[in-house]
């Protein structure tokens, strides 16, 4: 690495902690987007510690988080966010009081919580990068994840602004588009926008298999438009969705209220035959689509800028 490449580093050193679908897509993304940079990485699971390393995805893979942890300047939990706290406790005593500790968490303030109990003193600065897919594990990830996608930083009051600078351009090297917001916010916002979702995709398919009058393989055979995305977002994780859903239980529980009275009018609407409302109902929620796709969130998907993945974040950085 010339001298001038590492001082354009905003770390020199990032540790990766959990390397399934969003710690290999950091790891790849870091050494797309930040070459020089030195990638070390842990996973709780030897099946996924000897698997990361059987692919390249760090510099070197550890045997234990502290091990992962020394040395680095940047330090990103890429656990469930019911793990984090065990997670944090178990690097503690090798982290340095220098390095940021950073997360994936898909929800913000509980989290937040855990890693002040377990690291009292260090630089937390928690994020979300809003952008996944249904798969896990290390061969899920892929380095243009973050591309074009919002990753929501939820610093707190008394962050040292240089530290957050460093974490925001290391997500922009990515590509990603970052924004900061108080970490309740963004569990309400997270709960509406992909809990709730979730959720609904959870229950809709398991609805649909539990019905008596069709069958299993009537459900599988005519599983055509909307059921089958359906079918892809309730195919996520159940480790990480429990642990979200238990972990943003209010802001969840809030939005799910609001929702099941809104169904409750359409429901209401189809008893009643009345069109209109379901007709101007059905209208709104296309604008909201259409804005979506004007504002440049196409959809997520493994394949999404897979053809130029060795491309990826280079643009990113010169541009
Ligand atoms: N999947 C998505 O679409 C998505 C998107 C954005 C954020 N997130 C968040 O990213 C985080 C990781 O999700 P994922 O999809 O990568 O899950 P994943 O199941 O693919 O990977 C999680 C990894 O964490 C490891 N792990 C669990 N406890 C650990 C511990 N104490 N120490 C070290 N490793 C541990 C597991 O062995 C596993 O390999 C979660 O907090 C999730 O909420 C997920
Ligand atoms: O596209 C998908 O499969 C996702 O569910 C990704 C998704 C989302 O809801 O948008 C899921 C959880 C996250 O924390 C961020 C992104």
Redesign the pocket.
């Known amino acids: 690495m010339s001298d001038s490449e590492s001082a354009s580093l905003p770390f020199r050193h990032v540790a990766v ?7 290999s897509s950091v790891a790849r993304a870091a050494r797309a987007c930040l070459p020089g940079i030195v990638i070390t990485g ?4 030897p099946a ?1 510690r000897d698997r990361a390393r059987a692919i390249g995805l760090a510099d070197t893979i550890a045997n234990a ?1 502290g091990e992962a942890v020394r040395g680095a300047d940047l330090v990103v939990l ?4 019911g ?2 706290g ?2 944090a406790r ?1 690097l503690a005593a090798d982290l340095s009081l220098a390095a940021i500790v950073s ?5 913000k303030a509980s989290v937040a919580a855990a890693l002040g109990a377990a690291l009292p003193g260090h630089r937390i600065i928690p994020a ?11 061969d ?1 990830g892929f380095a243009t994840l973050f591309r074009n996608r919002w990753c929501i930083v939820t610093p707190p009051a008394d962050v040292d602004a240089a530290d957050l600078a460093r974490l925001v351009a290391f997500w922009e090297a990515f590509g990603a588009r970052v924004e900061t917001m108080d970490a309740e916010h963004h569990d309400l916002v997270l709960a509406v926008t992909s809990h709730l979702p979730h959720l609904i995709a959870y229950t809709i398919v398991g609805t649909a298999s539990d019905l008596e009058r069709v069958t299993q393989s009537e459900v599988i055979k005519y599983s055509a438009g909307g059921f089958r995305d359906f079918t892809r977002i309730a195919a ?2 159940p ?2 969705w429990r ?2 859903f238990l972990n943003n239980r209010d802001a969840v529980l809030d939005m799910l209220g609001r929702f099941n009275r809104d169904l409750a009018e359409l429901e209401a609407a189809i008893r009643a035959g009345d069109g209109e409302q379901l007709f101007d109902h059905f209208t709104r929620t296309r604008a909201i689509r259409r804005s979506i796709i004007e504002m440049g969130q196409d959809d997520a998907r493994p394949d999404f800028g897979r053809a130029d993945h060795s491309r990826a974040g280079k643009e990113t950085v010169s541009g």
Request: hydrophobic share 40%.
């Open positions: 902690i959990g390397l399934g679908l969003l710690g842990y996973d709780a699971d996924v988080a890429c656990v469930p966010v793990a984090m065990t997670a178990e997360d994936v968490g898909s929800s979300h990068p809003v952008a996944g897919t249904e798969q896990s594990g290390p899920a996520s994780d480790t990480m642990d979200v």
